[in-house]
């Protein structure tokens, strides 16, 4: 059982930053892909970004591309996701999630289905 617990949302004005931080705890050390992915009111989840185990392999969606990073440390087992030049449509909840695996292959790491863990959501809002 791996617990996930998000920080660092809050209110931002369009173009400022924020980075969100996801800690991770119990059986992870059999290779853990972290991931996030966000919810507007009214819309479905959506995939916003994922990284390998081993961080070598990232993913990111064409909405944030450019200007989102994610990273991880693996001791202990934090993922951060920095986001950048917001916008107000990145308005949303945005959770973290993992799964027990150590491919980056895309297909698996960006479909919300393959995750296992979901944190509780840290809510981002983008004024304009």
């Known amino acids: 059982?791996?617990?996930?617990?998000?920080?660092?949302?809050?209110?931002?004005?369009?173009?400022?930053?924020?980075?969100?931080?996801?800690?991770a705890s119990g059986r992870t050390d059999s290779g853990y892909a972290m991931g996030w992915f966000r919810q507007a009111p009214g819309k479905e989840r959506q995939f916003v970004s994922a990284i390998s185990w081993s961080g070598w392999t990232v993913h990111y969606a064409d909405s944030v591309k450019g200007r989102c990073?994610?990273?991880?440390?693996?001791?202990?087992?934090?993922?951060?996701?920095?986001?950048?030049?917001?916008?107000?449509?990145?308005?949303?909840?945005?959770?973290?999630?993992?799964?027990?695996?150590?491919?980056?292959?895309?297909?698996?790491?960006?479909?919300p289905r393959e995750y296992d863990s979901w944190g509780q959501g840290t809510q981002v809002t983008v004024s304009s």
């Not at 920080?7 to 369009?14: E, F, I, K, R």
């Not at 308005?91 to 799964?99: F, S």
């Open 69 to 111: 990073t994610i990273s991880r440390d693996n001791a202990p087992n934090t993922v951060y996701l920095q986001l950048s030049s917001l916008k107000p449509e990145d308005t949303a909840v945005y959770y973290c999630a993992g799964q027990t695996t150590t491919t980056g292959r895309r297909s698996k790491l960006v479909d």
């Open 1 to 23: 059982q791996v617990q996930l617990v998000e920080s660092g949302g809050g209110l931002v004005q369009a173009g400022g930053s924020l980075r969100l931080s996801c800690a």
